[in-house]
């Protein structure tokens, strides 16, 4: 598979995307990872972000996740999405929302653990308004 990986996001409601692709950008727990073929096999959490899908004509699409986990094997790359839709349908006030969320539960924390929790959450989605910002319109 060195020219492209197969990949497919699944969501618990849909199948989003099933393609053959050049690489995928992936938003890994501890940071974006490059998927192309053959890729070492690799199961990761996925925080929520934007994964990044470069087919082999060259086009670019991109697609929301909330969160999950990607599994990397011979026969491709699979996510399995908490939530999925493509970019853009998820936009700044989708995420400014889930900010909101995510400052009401760091408020009502109680308990160093629980505050931890709640402030990384906050600091994910601050980082993903600041990566929409800064993609918008450029394909990532």
Do not use: C
């Amino acid at each position: 598979m060195a020219e492209g990986v197969k990949i497919d996001i699944v969501s618990p409601e849909y199948l989003v995307l099933s393609t053959h692709a050049r690489s995928v950008i992936v938003p890994g727990a501890e940071g974006y990872l490059t998927v192309m073929g053959d890729h070492a096999p690799l199961m990761t959490v996925l925080k929520p972000g934007f994964v990044t899908v470069t087919e082999t004509s060259g086009a670019v699409q991109r697609f929301f996740v909330a969160g999950g986990f990607a599994d990397i094997s011979n026969a491709g790359l699979t996510i399995l999405a908490e939530e999925s839709k493509p970019a853009a349908e998820f936009g700044r006030s989708d995420i400014e929302a889930k900010i909101a969320v995510a400052q009401q539960k760091l408020a009502a924390a109680e308990g160093l653990e629980a505050k931890s929790v709640a402030q990384q959450e906050l600091d994910t989605w601050k980082n993903l308004l600041l990566e929409a910002a800064g993609t918008s319109g450029t394909g990532h």
